[in-house]
């Protein structure tokens, strides 16, 4: 019987049309890494006293890691000190003299050689006392070479020793890991890789992040490739906030190739199917009218299309799954 003129047309909510540069992609399996990994080492050798280091903690870059025995150092920190404090009282001591005996020099009450004698003992206490803080100094420096610090921010992933053990100067201590960027290491076939550039934007998304993609950067095409498969090594990084990505999580990087071409754009939702075709409804006259589209693919949410339309027609987006040709169209506000 048709519509009734008093029937309420349903309102469709619409997009545009765009024509837009758009670039083929690429979706590729890698895997998560740390951007930073350190193997912590003693600058000496020594039996280990203190290591408050635990697997799986958090350790900020300058904090205490691990502590050597330094007994024998101070004690000769402590015989150091007192003696440079003896040399000071001393040093004191010869510098009341020496003021004493210039007054007694100017007056010519005092034999010259005997000033002689009382400025070299001056002079020679004073590089004594530099002689004492430089020696000082160097055991101190011994003392903390003692301790190994965290050269990095980071997770320890392994410890390596255990208190009262012996490490041997260069010895590995823990594994530091920094998780505050990652890098996603995928292999590129060859014929994608020459259309990669270096800080170009990617896509990342980890598996066991369902649902939610990372913003990353292309840092570097490697140029030695594997000539069994022939593949590149790229690598891309990441921001981790709340360095939940771990190393050795497996990651997709969807790729936009060098080279676009313009097309047409549509929403994604706007493509229905019809039977072995594909077809957008677009509002002509206020009414509801099919086009044929051909999908050449999908960017970002936009489905890139070939058929009957141009830029700023109006296609439907929601609700057109329910839409015959030719009914009542009102453009939802």
């Keep these: 019987e048709g519509n009734k003129p008093d029937q309420p047309i349903t309102p469709f909510k619409v997009a545009d049309v765009e024509k837009k540069m758009v670039f083929e992609q690429v979706s590729l399996i890698g895997t998560a890494e740390a951007v930073a990994e350190s193997i912590v080492a003693s600058e000496v050798s020594g039996i280990v006293e203190y290591f408050p280091a635990k697997e799986g903690e958090f350790m900020k870059k300058g904090q205490l890691i691990a502590k050597l025995s330094s007994e024998e150092t101070d004690l000769r920190i402590k015989g150091a000190a007192a003696q440079r404090e003896k040399i000071k ?36 206490l004073t590089q004594e006392l530099k002689q004492s803080e430089a020696d000082i100094e160097r055991l101190l420096y011994e003392q903390k070479r003692k301790q190994v610090f965290a ?22 201590v823990v594994t530091l890991v920094d998780l505050s960027r990652i890098k996603i290491n995928v292999d590129v076939p060859e014929r994608y890789a020459v259309l990669l550039l270096s800080n170009s934007d990617v896509k990342v998304s ?8 990372f913003a990353g950067k292309i840092h570097a095409v490697l140029p030695r490739g594997d000539t069994g498969s022939r593949t590149y090594p790229v690598r891309i990084f990441i921001p981790n906030p709340g360095m939940k990505i771990k190393s050795g999580m497996e990651a997709a990087a969807l790729f936009s190739l060098d080279g676009g071409k313009n097309a047409l754009l549509v929403q994604k939702d706007a493509v229905v199917p019809a ?59």
């Design 206 to 213: 980890i598996k066991s992040f369902p649902g939610k993609q």
């Design 89 to 124: 009282v001393s040093l004191l001591y010869a510098e009341k003299e020496l003021g004493r005996f210039t007054k007694l020099k100017e007056t010519n009450s005092i034999a010259s050689n005997k000033y002689d004698e009382i400025l070299h003992n001056y002079n020679a």
């Design 275 to 333: 039977g072995d075709n594909k077809i957008v409804f677009t509002i002509r006259d206020g009414k509801a009218l099919p086009v044929m589209v051909k999908v050449l693919g999908y960017y970002d949410g936009n489905a890139a299309v070939e058929g009957e339309l141009k830029p700023g027609d109006k296609v439907v987006i929601r609700g057109n799954e329910r839409l015959r040709p030719g009914q009542p169209v009102m453009v939802a506000e």
């Design 151 to 172: 050269p990095i921010s980071g997770f320890v992933a392994k410890e390596h020793i255990e208190i009262g053990e012996w490490v041997n100067a260069g010895g590995p």
